[in-house]
């Protein structure tokens, strides 16, 4: 789900998911991307050339669930591709789309190319960009495409894009590559051998032209995985501590939830979370927002990816996600909270705000995102936990003229919380932004995201609908 540029917009487009589109193009950057991207859609439905998508450098293969659907990925020479970023001043932009949310501390070192090189650090994990690429089961072709070559290969790869060969005489003429490892300081060049060498002569061993894995059906039409994101909280409180490994166990112990991605602001002793499905990845920041779309995007474009905090957990009806097609569409939940007697209801909690308690709608209150990336980029880069954080967000996302629902009585959230201890930094810390128009508990999903659905009311249809999806659908 991403906002489009106002070039794709004129072509009649207002929002775009990867089943839109005939051929997606990847890639690592530095190989010709543009100019292959701009070729190619003249002739078929195809991402945007300026990213506006952000499908162009992804890095992983999107789940796409569409009969006939098609992907190139180009590669080069590591080491030329870098040197392009650099000279046309696009490794900063480039590095926000694929380094590691972890090395962000490390920006600094991309304000020239011989610091960078200096540094002797991969920011941009071009190897692993390919490798994952490369190794990835698909339910798509995808065709691998050597920039070096690409010119000799233009006849196939037309072939495979079911576009005719007259279209070669519009393909433009191969020049002289201006990025060259000959241009740089020797000191420069040298490092750059050390960091990118092993994976260039990787890169030189590959064939022109070569297919991946894929599951060959004539459709397929199924659940998306679901990924949760939280970040790992550790309470000075140990009872608090205690109701916060429960919501991480009983995460765990969905079957709704295919990953976790447990973000950890500092260095903490989490040894005892060894399950599997949890990915954990050290910030050494506080997770804002901003992190974790940025994370989706890069990583998870295709899927179904769950925002929450760490006191949260979940029922059977989370499993409705995995179906909707989430075109243009962000789930925003209010939560249950769990009572002393083990009942819940929908959030009452009363707030402190300027030395007086007051009670929260819960239509002002969302503590779960629900959403399919790409996700268009917004100003959320204020951290998750802060006091008015989540009407803030309900805001950047309703400005960007994204359909905010909120479907809580459907899809239940559980909040545990009895000891009511909270860190008194997050609510000093209150974000102040315009105030969004209250979105109030539902318990109706509209029709656009379930098309085989007449109409769904309450949460006992939607659990018979997912059941018998799950049989009719499966392949």
């Known amino acids: 789900m991403a906002i489009l540029c106002k070039k794709c917009r004129e072509k009649g487009l207002e929002f775009t998911a990867p089943e839109d589109l005939d051929v997606l193009v990847c890639s690592y950057g530095g190989v010709g991307t543009t100019l292959f991207i701009d070729f190619i859609s003249k002739y078929k439905r195809v991402n945007c050339v300026d990213d506006c998508d952000r499908y162009k450098h992804l890095i992983n293969p999107p789940n796409v669930q569409k009969k006939c659907f098609k992907a190139i990925y180009l590669f ?13 001043n696009y490794q900063n932009a480039h590095a926000e789309k694929i380094m590691d949310i972890e090395d962000w501390d490390k920006i600094a070192s991309l304000e020239n190319i011989d610091k960078y090189a200096s540094e002797e650090y991969d920011l941009f ?33 037309l072939d495979f894009l079911e576009i005719p060969k007259s279209a070669l005489q519009d ?5 002289e590559r201006e990025s060259k490892l000959s241009s740089l300081d020797k000191k420069t060049a040298e490092s750059l051998k050390r960091i990118y060498g092993k994976f260039a002569e990787q890169i030189k061993r590959e064939k022109s032209l070569f297919f991946n894995k894929y599951k060959k059906k004539n459709e ?13 909280y550790k309470d000075d409180m140990p009872e608090r501590q205690k109701e916060l490994e429960e919501c991480i166990k009983r995460n765990i112990n969905d079957n709704g939830i295919d990953r976790i991605f447990m973000f950890f602001p500092k260095e903490v002793n989490a040894s005892h979370i060894k399950s ?14 901003w992190d974790c779309f940025n994370f989706a995007n890069s990583r998870l474009s295709g899927d179904i990816c769950v925002i929450a905090n760490t006191d949260i957990y979940f029922d059977e009806s989370l499993a409705i996600v995995s179906r909707a097609n989430f075109r243009n569409l962000l789930i925003a939940l209010t939560r249950h909270d769990i009572m002393p007697d083990g009942s819940a209801g929908l959030m009452k909690n009363p707030v402190k705000r300027d030395k007086e308690y007051k009670k929260i ?6 503590d779960v995102w629900i959403f ?9 880069n204020f951290i998750m936990g802060r006091a008015g954080c989540e009407r803030a967000l309900a805001r950047e996302l309703l400005n960007k003229k ?8 459907i899809i239940k959230t559980y909040h545990l919380h009895l000891t009511q201890k909270r860190n008194p930094e997050f609510n000093e810390s209150y974000i102040k932004r315009e105030i969004v128009s209250p979105l109030p508990p539902s318990n109706v999903i509209p029709l656009d995201y379930y098309p085989e659905l007449k109409e769904v009311s309450n949460i006992k249809e939607m659990v018979e609908f997912i059941k018998k999806m799950k049989i009719s659908l499966s392949v």
């Open 171 to 175: 393909f433009p003429k191969q020049r």
């Open 372 to 380: 399919r990336p790409p996700i268009v980029k917004s100003e959320s």
């Open 125 to 157: 994990k071009f190897k692993r960009h390919f490798d994952l690429w490369k190794n990835s089961k698909t339910d798509y072709p995808v065709l691998f495409v050597k920039f070096e070559d690409l010119w000799k290969n233009m006849g196939k790869i």
């Open 361 to 366: 709608d819960p239509a002002h209150s969302q």
């Open 220 to 232: 397929i039409i199924g659940k998306k995985k679901v990924n949760l994101l939280i970040q790992y």
């Open 402 to 409: 994204i359909n905010v629902i909120n479907p809580s009585l």
């Open 76 to 88: 080069g020479d590591p080491i030329a591709s870098l040197i392009s970023l650099f000279r046309r």
């Open 276 to 289: 599997k499905k949890v990915k954990k990845i050290f910030l050494r920041k506080q997770l804002t927002y």
